[in-house]
């Protein structure tokens, strides 16, 4: 395989590896302090249960919370949060707070708090005409929501840049091949000799590579690499914006925006499009099964 492939295989794979749809953060690796509910400003003890007991079940490792006072359930800053991380050996801190908002609806607000990067990332939710078993519903569904989402981003600002290739040995060979100054140093006083290329060996040229590629091929990567990038702009910018206020008008104040279905959809299509850029420059073209073959009719 050459340098030039080598490089593209990496680019590719380090594209799809940024794909929050195939991020490897997982529920449960990092300690977190439920705070529970607040409802018109108070520590509300029966949501906040629930919510613990439905985190516990969704598989998050929830930290033994009996020492936090109702008192300081309520805090709402970065100070207070991080000194209860750091003293219950949290690495996030999950609270919630209610606000009425019309009748019979509730608005949502959910604020994870990373103790250690001392990050706060919040989403919001509205729950319409709201019964106690709906209500503790979108409490659960809005944190779960609000944990994977954060985890998602973490991973991608952490994941690691493409590096370049290392050396590939030559076909046929178990070691890479040597520079000609290394060769000329291990054996002093003698001519080394110019090892020629394998017959039907690509020159690893990336500008020959792409000379070598059909048109039609060229064509085709073209326009599947610029619907990718059309794709993942706005798909990012929907994922983005997701759970935020729009000045747009709807029959509940604040309107907010659900863009979960869209941004996944944009996800799924982005991915099947770097599979097929990826296969569409890297396919054998067969131009060096041909050349073989010609070549082996001759020598008979």
């Given amino acids: 395989m050459t340098g030039a492939r080598l490089s593209l295989i990496v680019s590719a794979a380090a594209l799809l590896a940024l794909l929050p749809a195939s991020a490897s953060a997982q529920r449960g690796s990092d300690p977190v302090l439920s705070l529970g509910v607040q409802s ?7 949501l906040s ?3 613990r007991e439905s985190l516990a079940k969704s598989g998050e490792l929830l930290v033994q919370d009996v020492k936090v006072t109702p008192a300081e359930r309520l805090c709402t800053n970065a100070e207070c949060m991080t000194q209860l991380g750091g003293r219950e050996g949290a690495k996030l801190v999950v609270s919630t707070q209610l606000r009425p908002s019309g009748a019979g609806s509730q608005y949502l607000t959910t604020v994870v708090f990373d103790v250690a990067r001392r990050v706060p990332h919040d989403e919001h939710g509205v729950c319409d005409r709201c019964s106690p078993e709906l209500l503790n519903r979108a409490i659960s569904e809005l944190a779960e929501r609000s944990l ?3 985890r998602e981003r973490v991973a991608v600002l952490a ?4 590096t370049a290739a290392a050396p590939v040995a030559a076909p046929g060979t178990a070691e890479p091949p040597m520079p000609a100054s290394a060769a000329t140093a291990a054996s002093p006083g003698q001519a080394v000799a110019a090892t020629p290329a394998p017959a039907g060996e690509p020159a690893t040229n990336s500008e020959d590579f792409w000379a070598r590629m059909p048109k039609n091929r060229k064509i085709a990567a073209g326009i599947l690499g610029g619907a990718l ?5 706005p798909t990012v910018a929907l994922h983005a914006t997701d759970g935020q206020e729009t000045g747009l008008s709807c029959r509940s104040a604040p309107c907010i925006l659900h863009n979960q279905p869209l941004y996944i959809g944009g996800y799924a299509l982005s991915g099947a499009l770097a599979v097929g850029l990826t296969l569409t ?8 099964s041909s050349s073989t073959t010609a070549s082996a009719v001759e020598v008979k």
């Fill in 40 to 46: 018109a400003g108070k520590f509300d003890a029966k």
């Fill in 49 to 51: 249960a629930g919510l």
């Fill in 148 to 150: 994977r989402n954060y």
């Fill in 159 to 162: 994941a690691p840049a493409p």
């Fill in 229 to 233: 990038l059309l794709t993942l702009i």
């Fill in 281 to 288: 420059i890297l396919w054998p073209t067969g131009k060096g």
